[in-house]
Every structure is written in C-alpha cells, then in structure tokens.
T-cell receptor
Framework: GAGVSQSPSNKVTEKGKDVELRCDPISGHTALYWYRQSLGQGLEFLIYFQGNSAPDKSGLPSDRFSAERTGGSVSTLTIQRTQQEDSAVYLC??????????????FGSGTRLTVV | SQQGEEDPQALSIQEGENATMNCSYKTSINNLQWYRQNSGRGLVHLILIRSNEREKHSGRLRVTLDTSKKSSSLLITASRAADTASYFCATVNTGGFKTIFGAGTRLFVKA
C-alpha cells in the first residue's frame, strides 16, 4: 500500500488477556520500528527490525512483550497477560535504510490499546 | 532513556509570529530529524539534517544543528493556526538505525 497500515486502530482488552497488534509497512522499506506513546508523552522505543531480524530489542519493557516480522514485511507485536500500564498508543514506522542509516520514517496511525 | 530533550515543553503564539523550538541530545549522531504530530496519532516527517550540515530550509521551516553543543533548533516562520501540533526531534545514532525521540514541544497557534 501507499502508507504504513496498523490494525486494529483501537483495542480494548481485559487485564490478563493477550493482544496482537499488526503493522504492514511500506513495500520495499527494509527497516520497521515499534514505539509506544502514553498520553501526552514522547515516543518510547520498543524494537526495530532490519529485514526479519531484530538487532535491537532493548526497548521491550518486559518479557510479556514480543515481536516478529515475517517475509521482510508484516510485523506483529504481542503483549501477553496485559496490564493496565500497557495502555498506550502503539506506533509502527518503516523506513528505507540506504547507505546504512535511517533517512526518515513513515508512521502508521497507531493502535490505541486500553486495558481495563 | 530518551536522548532528545525539547524545550519549551509548550509554546503559545499568535498567528503570523515565528515559533522556535530547541532540542538537545547526548551522544554522537548520524542525523537529526524533526516530526509533527496531530491528535496524538501518527507522526509526519518534516525535515532531516545530517551531522555534517549546519542549517537546512524547507518552506517555512528552518533547522539548525550545532554538533559541538549537541543541539538543534526548529524555526517555523509566519505561523498559521494549522501549525498547531506537537513537534518532536529524533536523533539517529552513528550506527544509523536506532532513532530516539524527545518528549516533544506542544505548539498552539492562536488565530
């Protein structure tokens, strides 16, 4: 597609349930990033993928969080046993990384996760 | 921890005035980028400045970078009500892939 697509756009879940968030990046973008943004706050880095591998997982807040990317394209972020503090907007971005660097992201519209 | 720190946290100006936002960072960078966010959803890339550049222009935007002070500024000239948004700086590390965002400046332009 023309942009980065995230689904669902909104998700309300009960505490303790697992959730899966999906990101479909721009075709040809080798790098894919996940960020989390709490209300009125900046973006918290979670993880990035170069192709299907994740060289940097340092931002994942706990072992309840995991992510994968298949075929160098779609990525899913899974949160197990959700807690209320997981409530946030989860943003996905993709970028072209020519010459070994990131020259600017294209962001999706995010998934607003609410844990009740 | 966040690398970019913007100031001010919030800025309110009249339409037609200029808005200046500043960003400081801590480690060596490959490039620095500025983004705009409306309504708490996806961010839009505005401009990128490389570590060997000192100033860059794009329309009403002017970005400066001072690597000796590890700081950057974003100037929006002749602001419009539609410029009301949050503005974030993002630093790309010298390895080239990891991008860290600051907490943002909330700009409000009054018509």
């Amino acid at each position: 597609g023309a942009g980065v697509s995230q689904s669902p756009s909104n998700k309300v879940t009960e505490k303790g349930k697992d959730v899966e968030l999906r990101c479909d990046p721009i075709s040809g973008h080798t790098a894919l990033y996940w960020y989390r943004q709490s209300l009125g706050q900046g973006l918290e880095f979670l993880i990035y993928f170069q192709g299907n591998s994740a060289p940097d997982k340092s931002g994942l807040p706990s072992d309840r969080f995991s992510a994968e990317r298949t075929g160098g394209s779609v990525s899913t972020l899974t949160i197990q046993r959700t807690q209320q503090e997981d409530s946030a907007v989860y943003l996905c971005a993709s970028s072209w990384t020519g010459q070994g660097t990131n020259y600017g992201y294209t962001f999706g519209s995010g998934t607003r996760l609410t844990v009740v | 921890s966040q690398q970019g720190e913007e100031d001010p946290q919030a800025l309110s100006i009249q339409e037609g005035e200029n808005a200046t936002m500043n960003c400081s960072y801590k480690t060596s960078i490959n490039n620095l980028q500025w983004y705009r966010q409306n309504s708490g959803r996806g961010l839009v890339h505005l401009i990128l400045i490389r570590s060997n550049e000192r100033e860059k222009h794009s329309g009403r935007l002017r970005v400066t970078l001072d690597t000796s002070k590890k700081s950057s500024s974003l100037l929006i000239t002749a602001s419009r009500a539609a410029d009301t948004a949050s503005y974030f700086c993002a630093t790309v590390n010298t390895g080239g892939f990891k991008t860290i965002f600051g907490a943002g400046t909330r700009l409000f332009v009054k018509a």
